[in-house]
């Protein structure tokens, strides 16, 4: 049974930094593309960041520069590192990770930027 878990949401003040966390089991990470969406409230999913399987990388507009997504393939998790942190990003954080046709979600992680 293949399971995605989230880590490392919370409150930050606006400026901070935050690391999230996707840790995989029942999947091989090395193998799949790894999405990071978030869902603020009242708004769509949207895509954040991915990685694909060979370590490449690409990320929405409003988080480029701020944002990095880095993968571990030894300890089969998938990292998003937030930087400069904005009331904006405020949402909850989901990984999703991508095999051929097949897709994984984590249950999410909250992160609320918020002096």
């Known amino acids: 049974q293949v399971q995605l878990v989230e880590s490392g949401g919370g409150l930050v003040q606006p400026g901070g930094s935050l690391r999230l966390s996707c840790a995989a089991s029942?999947?091989?990470?090395?193998?799949?593309?790894v999405g990071w969406y978030r869902q603020a409230p009242g708004k769509q999913r949207e895509l954040v960041a991915r990685?694909?399987?060979?370590?490449?990388?690409n990320y929405a507009e409003s988080v480029k520069g701020r944002f990095t997504a880095s993968r571990d393939n030894a300890k089969n998790t998938v990292y998003l590192q937030m930087n400069s942190l904005k009331p904006d990003d405020t949402a909850v954080y989901y990984c999703?990770?991508?095999?051929?046709?097949?897709?994984?979600w984590g249950q999410g992680t909250q992160v609320t930027v918020s002096s």
């Open positions: 999703k990770a991508e095999f051929i046709l097949e897709a994984y």
């Open positions: 029942g999947i091989s990470f090395r193998n799949c593309g």
């Open positions: 990685i694909t399987p060979g370590g490449s990388t």
